[in-house]
């Protein structure tokens, strides 16, 4: 059974051209980056090229970049350490978060007694930045704004350029999970005054295992990981010198292709959503997920049928896909980003399914996605009456 690959906002498949760099670094870069004998000093070598790579695209320097596993890593030392050393007293945040962010921000409310300000979005999953500039306003407690760039269920977009000039105008700091975005958009730091911000190779083609935070160097920010003088002091222990290295060739690839890429995954979801609306009556997209204003990579579908096990009913046809979230895969109840953008008769009668592209995916694709709908759709209403009649 041919397997077809729709979950690319999850994680994506490794581009041979990373494999090949990976086992390469593996064979020969094999020191301790931070032993000071010519094979720790090749290692050194290789994190820093990947270092400066990903410093001049972004317009930062290469002090700035910090390596770490991944974005939920990243995410939780910029929150945490930023209450425990920046003394920040007030969170302000937003339902649409990632869990990893989410539950971080309760956990130093928790801990350290931080107040949290929720935005709330509207139905389409968007924030009215009046408000967040009222809030902003409003107390002179020390102040964190964290919110994410691409929201990684809906896709929907947040002008991340005019929040950071909000946050600066009001002397707060602002970190913003961009770990959908990174290596998908063009980033430009120098002109976006966001203080922190993460990332995560997996969804890039790059490893699992492999990412980095940036920081500010203005921003004083201090390491949660501690024992070690590695990555300026901010995350002790040995570098993962294979996964950065995988890391730095998928950030390569990525912005040598960003707009060959970012046409043709276009062009692909286009398709997707012309074939769903006129396949499947009834179909609506959630968020702002079938518009051109959001991340071209996401498309949020909302099933006109209640079927929870449509995950695994596509799963035994070959087509792996998600309802929501890979962090809440596997939950009895829709993720906090549906339940805010959704009306209480969508959540009890309808089913949401994500579905996420890449380069490798094809039209094809798209058409046995439909295809299993239609067939899962049929049947689901065949039975739907059948038990009305018993």
């Not at 997920?289 to 209640?306: I, R």
């Amino acid at each position: 059974m041919e397997r077809i690959y729709l979950d690319n906002a999850a994680t994506t498949p490794l581009d041979d051209e990373v494999i090949d760099c990976m086992v390469n670094v593996l064979r020969f870069n094999y020191g301790n980056p931070s032993s000071t004998h010519s094979l720790g000093q090749e290692a050194k070598t290789v994190l820093e090229e990947v270092r400066r790579k990903i410093a001049d695209s972004l317009k930062v320097t290469p002090g700035e970049i910090v390596f770490t596993s991944c974005g939920t890593e990243s995410n939780n030392m910029i929150i945490k350490s930023a209450v425990n050393y920046l003394g920040v007293e007030r969170i302000i945040t937003s339902a649409l978060e990632h869990k990893c962010v989410a539950e971080t921000c309760l956990e130093m409310k928790k801990l350290k007694g931080v107040e949290l300000v929720y935005l709330r979005p509207d139905s389409n999953g968007d924030f009215d930045l009046n408000k967040l500039e009222e809030a902003l306003k409003s107390s002179d407690k020390k102040t964190l704004v964290t919110l994410m760039h691409a929201n990684n269920e809906i896709g929907n977009l947040l002008d991340i350029e005019k929040v950071a000039h909000l946050c600066k105008e009001n002397n707060t700091l602002f970190h913003s999970d961009t770990v959908q975005t990174m290596a998908h958009l063009d980033l430009d730091f120098s002109k976006i005054p966001v203080d922190f911000a993460s990332c995560s190779a997996h969804k890039f083609h790059g490893p699992k295992g492999a990412g980095f935070a940036f920081v500010r160097k203005s921003s004083g920010l201090k390491g949660i990981i501690t024992g070690g003088p590695q990555e300026r002091s901010l995350r002790a222990g040995t570098e993962n010198v294979t996964g950065i290295a995988g890391l730095g060739k998928a950030w390569e690839i990525s912005q040598e292709k960003m707009s060959e890429y970012k046409n043709h995954i276009l062009d692909i979801k286009h398709y997707a959503i012309q074939q769903l609306t006129e396949k499947i009556s009834g179909i609506k997209f959630n968020g702002r997920s079938a518009g051109d204003e959001s991340l071209y990579t996401v498309l949020n579908v909302l099933l006109p049928y209640k079927n929870p096990l449509i995950g695994l009913q596509l799963d035994m046809k070959g087509i792996a896909i998600s309802q929501g979230s890979a962090c809440s895969s596997g939950a009895s109840k829709p993720s906090m980003v549906l339940m805010s953008v959704l009306s209480e008769d969508d959540l009890d009668n309808k089913t949401p399914l994500r579905v996420s592209f890449s380069h490798y995916t094809k039209k094809s694709d798209i058409d046995a996605l439909v295809a299993a709908l239609e067939e899962i759709g049929s049947q689901f209403v065949i039975e739907k009456a059948d038990s009305l009649h018993r």
